[in-house]
């Protein structure tokens, strides 16, 4: 399962990676599987996409982001994906 995240800035280009904002959790992730050839990594500032186990899986609208943190927060999924962010058990 991916979670959303926006991307909050490239923190090393030639190694691909980027730091994507979770709902308030700050994640390092791989971002070789959004990047697009003909544009520079900068572009990907701001966009959201799915991340799962510390890759960015694919490019999402902010609409669709949104929604799914709704859905995952409905179903009780997001507070134990952002606890295992965070490194705590979820309560």
């Given at each position: 399962?991916?979670?959303?995240?926006?991307?909050?800035?490239i923190l090393d280009?030639?190694?691909?990676?980027?730091?994507?904002?979770?709902?308030?959790?700050?994640?390092?992730?791989?971002?070789?599987?959004?990047?697009?050839?003909?544009?520079?990594?900068?572009?990907?500032?701001?966009?959201?996409?799915?991340?799962?186990?510390?890759?960015?899986?694919?490019?999402?609208?902010?609409?669709?982001?949104?929604?799914?943190?709704?859905?995952?927060?409905?179903?009780?999924?997001?507070?134990?994906?952002?606890?295992?962010?965070?490194?705590?058990?979820?309560?």
């Open positions: 399962m991916g979670i959303p995240g926006r991307i909050t800035a280009e030639a190694g691909m990676t980027a730091e994507v904002d979770i709902s308030g959790v700050r994640r390092v992730v791989d971002v070789v599987c959004v990047a697009h050839a003909d544009e520079p990594l900068s572009d990907l500032v701001g966009r959201w996409v799915l991340v799962h186990v510390g890759f960015a899986m694919s490019r999402i609208d902010e609409a669709e982001a949104h929604e799914t943190l709704r859905l995952l927060g409905q179903i009780g999924e997001l507070d134990g994906e952002l606890a295992a962010m965070r490194g705590i058990e979820a309560a």
